[in-house]
């Protein structure tokens, strides 16, 4: 293994209840997850992502925008500590990239199981989630990949 899992913290931000108690279990099963991962920093062989998960309605089916309005934002924090300090520090390899993918996946699985346990205790309906799509985040692993010096 190329790196672990150090910490992974999670929390509810933001929550629309005049909107949530005016609708149903079948309205709210409409809506759907939308879920974005960001690098927070990296640092000392530590990579700190950011998940956001919302539950929202996506306005535009070509340009993927989501709707203003969200019934709830959920924000998990997952910090990983590479095993293999140089994996990272040899620029845009296929090993760096794969490792930074799965990181991505990992994150977003630890957010959308706490995500997951907060609407069950708000007794709001599951909804699915996919992998968000790791193409979508290429482009920034490669550039973060080609910065980062030994």
Partial sequence: MDYFVVTTDSKLSEKDDELLSLMTVA??????????????KFENDMLILLTTI????????????????KLLVFLSKTAF???????????????????????ITVAQAHGYGAFNQTIRQMQLPLLPMEISPIDSYLEGITELLATIEE
Avoid: C, H, W
């Fill in 27 to 40: 309205e709210i099963s409409k809506y759907g997850l939308l879920v974005s991962t960001d690098i927070d």
């Fill in 54 to 69: 919302s539950i929202g309605k996506v306005a535009d089916p070509v340009t993927k925008r989501a709707e203003p309005k």
């Fill in 81 to 103: 500590n590479l095993q293999n300090g140089k994996l990272f520090k040899s620029g845009v390899t296929d090993a760096a990239v794969t490792a930074f993918e799965t990181m």
